[in-house]
Every structure is written in C-alpha cells, then in structure tokens.
C-alpha cells in the first residue's frame, strides 16, 4: 500500500483530487491538509511515500514545506499554473499536475510512484541516508570537476546527445 497525504488550500481540490485516487486502491490517504502550517504537524506524525502538494496557499508556499518532507518521501506537485514547474523539478519534484487534474495524467503519476516505491532501498541493512549521502556528493564533486582541461563539446558529439 502507497500512503500519501494532500495539501492544498481548496477544500473542493481535495476532494476533487480523493475521488480521483479513489480509482486506485493501492493508494491510501494517510492525512489531509489545508495549509502549509497543517502539512507540517502532519508530516511529523505520518511519513507519507508521497505528498501532493499545491504550490500558491495563504500562510506559505508548497515550495517552502519541501523543508519539512522526509526523506525518501516523494512530492507530486497539484497546482493551477504551470509557472512553478521549473522550480518543481529542480527542487528533485517526483511529477507535476495542472488542475484540472487529467485522470490519465494522473494514473502516469501513480506509476511513477510504484516505480519509485519499488526501487526504494530496503532500510532493513541500513541507513538509505547514508547511501544517498554519499551518492549526492559524488554527483556533486563529478559535476564540479573540470571536463579534463574541456570547456567545450565538440559539435559532433553534442550532436550524439
């Protein structure tokens, strides 16, 4: 079973959003937020596979609460515009929703969640942080690294990318 937990700031988007997961019971609501503030007191009692999270709310951003998500918990976007997507995505968002949400576009969503839960770390032999850690400043220091004295691709193998 998939726990997730809905925040958004519009009681209708709610439940519009609950009916929609209703058609997937591997799905399971684990708590419902109407703010930024509630979101918070629930993530630290309940540690949600997946938060949907709303980005414009009075009293906070969505952006702002991604602070307060545990680790290992993924975070789907549910907003109106599509103006944030960049800074979604950048801040490591699992996907991206435009209300009204598309039932189908949200059944992708719901795959990439599995896919997602299934090729989670079993926490059983250890600390997943640790691993994640270390992969996360190997990333870094190869991303930071000089390209060998290389500032530039040669136009024949950007053409390859």
């Not at 290992?72 to 209300?99: C, I, M, N, P």
């Not at 992708?108 to 032999?125: E, G, L, N």
């Not at 850690?133 to 990318?161: C, F, H, N, Q």
Request: net charge negative; aromatic share 2%; proline share 6%.
């Amino acid at each position: 079973m998939i726990t997730e937990l809905l925040v958004d700031d519009e009681p209708r988007a709610n439940e519009v959003m609950r009916s929609l997961l209703a058609a997937h019971a591997e799905i399971e609501i684990v708590g419902v937020a109407g703010n930024v503030s509630e979101a918070r007191c629930l993530l630290e009692t309940k540690s949600p596979d997946v938060v949907f999270l709303d980005v414009d709310m009075p009293g906070g951003s969505g952006l702002a609460l991604l602070v307060s998500v545990p680790d290992g918990t993924q975070v789907v976007f549910v907003t109106a515009s599509e103006k944030h997507a960049v800074r979604a995505f950048a801040a490591a968002a699992l996907d991206y929703l435009v209300k009204p949400v598309d039932p189908d576009r949200l059944a992708d969503t719901v795959a990439r969640v599995h896919k997602q839960a299934a090729s989670k770390p079993d926490t059983a032999d250890g600390d997943p942080g640790e691993d994640a850690g270390a992969t996360m400043l190997a990333l870094d220091a190869a991303l930071s690294a000089p390209l060998a004295g290389k500032t530039t691709l040669p136009m024949e193998t950007v053409g390859d990318i």
